[in-house]
């Protein structure tokens, strides 16, 4: 079946640093979707990707879907605590098998 | 305004005592998911009804049962529960693009 991965598993940043999560599928997949959970909360969406070589952004975050749409990354520019929390990508349209996610730590 | 609502937020119960958990939304959306979320993990899936249709993942235990008497309402139902079945239970229905979360029910199991 489909498996999703995502690396780093941890990432420890330093506000105002950059940082980028990347995603990457055994399959094609025919949309990607990024999810963001803070400590003790919910996943909640952040966006969907569709087509090959998509970019889309919002505000500092940066979404990519690779041509082949076997792999996506989300890059924050700048990081501020409030990004905090565990990046979760997942394919494919209405039955998501999500990654492990990457759970961001931003040090004041 | 909460579209997906779980109760309760925590529910302890005890080893081998069946317990079950709500779920209800507002969305009217057709499909609707149990996940089961462990500490550090990445949320799984567990079942996941399209309409009245069931649809069990292959690897979800034999354990864990759900049911949708309607549209608005979904349960997870756990016969007898481990202390391996220890975790936060997320609700979410299928918005026709995105996923819509409940806030969850961390469950404890003593």
């Known amino acids: 079946g489909q498996q999703v991965m995502q690396i780093p598993q941890y990432q420890h940043v330093q506000e105002g640093e950059d940082f980028t999560t990347y995603c990457n599928s055994s399959?094609?997949?025919?949309?990607i979707q990024w999810y963001k959970q803070r400590p003790g909360g919910h996943p909640v969406f952040l966006i969907q990707?569709?087509?090959?070589?998509e970019v889309k952004k919002q505000k500092r975050l940066t979404f990519q879907f690779g041509e082949a749409k076997k792999n996506s990354s989300l890059h924050i520019t700048a990081t501020q605590t409030t990004d905090v929390g565990t990046y979760f990508c997942?394919?494919?349209?209405?039955?998501?098998?999500f990654g492990k996610g990457t759970l961001l730590t931003v040090n004041p | 305004d909460a579209m997906v609502i779980q109760n309760p937020r925590y529910q302890v119960t005890q080893f081998g005592k069946p317990v079950t958990l709500s779920c209800s939304q507002t969305?009217?959306?057709?499909?609707m998911y149990w996940y089961q979320q462990k500490s550090s993990q990445a949320p799984k899936l567990l079942f996941h009804?399209?309409?009245?249709?069931?649809?069990n993942e292959a690897d979800t235990p034999d354990n864990f049962q759900s049911r949708r008497p309607n549209t608005s309402f979904c349960f997870l139902d756990i016969r007898s529960p481990g202390l391996g079945d220890a975790a936060m239970y997320l609700c979410?229905?299928?918005?026709?693009?995105?996923?819509?979360f409940g806030s969850g029910t961390q469950l404890s199991v003593l």
């Open positions: 997942g394919g494919s349209n209405y039955k998501l098998t």
């Open positions: 399959t094609t997949l025919s949309n």
């Open positions: 990707l569709v087509k090959s070589g």
């Open positions: 969305l009217n959306h057709n499909v």
């Open positions: 009804y399209y309409d009245k249709d069931f649809n």
């Open positions: 979410a229905t299928w918005g026709g693009e995105k996923l819509f």
